[in-house]
């Protein structure tokens, strides 16, 4: 069984379940597929700009590309299937992190939960005080709140002890 799902970075969305008795592959690089058209769904008519779909194959997740492709090997015990910004939320052994829509991989053990990026920023859990880091994988803002939402107009809601406000420096 392979499900695929996904949001396309470029907001069009695509979903399908590509339920196969005997999935058969037919090279290295691709994902195990049914012999039937790609899913058809209103992201079939948008383009094709970095959209990226989730699969789920043997209990993991991972990412092919339109044509089928694995651009990131089915690894994930938890991924989204919504890409914002041009990334997505992974989960790995204990490990917090994010798939880019080019299919980097940005992993790190002393995060416990990344948020979705708005901005240029995502929120990031640590010892459990949230901050928030940048695509590369660099905290921008250091965790020190017991709550945070996305940016929006060049700031954060957050909450220390009352809430309040926060910018990119911090």
Known sequence: LLFVSAFCADGGRAAADLSASAPTTSSANRAP??????P??????????NCLYRVRLNGKFGYIDRTGTLVVDPQFDKAADQFTEGAAAVHKGGKAGFVLSNGKIVLNDQWQEVGTFHEGLAGVLVGGKAGFIDKAGRMIVQPQFRRAREFSGGLAVVQAGGWGLVDPPG
């Open 40 to 49: 058809s769904t209103r992201a079939a008519s948008a383009p094709a700009r």
């Open 33 to 38: 597929q049914e012999p039937a058209s790609p």
